[in-house]
């Protein structure tokens, strides 16, 4: 299966980030975000991840309009149904370029 190759990114990855953030406030398990030459890397903890696949963010992200929300909100749903079926299951995805050419990778992690 071909991996995501273009990305929603600017405010699209900062609002999803800081809801990220924002429900793992307070815990130990939190969106880890980490700045890359051209991009950010996003990681979600375990419980962001179910969150995710339990309240099916791509279906909502993938409304948005941009060329690649709907891609990308597919693979996110994609990605965190399946690792949020393991207990330690997480996904981690990259974007990089200019808001008009994005492009990026996408993992689903046990």
Do not use: C
Request: aromatic share 6%.
């Amino acid at each position: 299966m071909r991996v995501v190759r273009s990305l929603v990114a600017g405010a699209l990855i900062a609002g999803a980030a800081s809801v990220f953030a924002a429900l793992g406030a307070g815990s130990a398990n939190a969106v880890a975000l980490t700045p890359l030459p051209g991009g950010v890397q996003v990681d979600l903890s375990p419980a962001d991840t179910k969150w995710v696949a339990e309240n099916n963010l791509g279906l909502a992200i993938a409304g948005l309009p941009h060329p690649s929300a709907a891609s990308f909100g597919e693979a996110l749903d994609a990605a965190a149904d399946l690792s949020s079926t393991y207990p330690t299951g997480r996904v981690t995805f990259t974007v990089f370029g200019p808001f008009n050419e994005l492009n990026g990778t996408m993992l689903a992690l046990q």
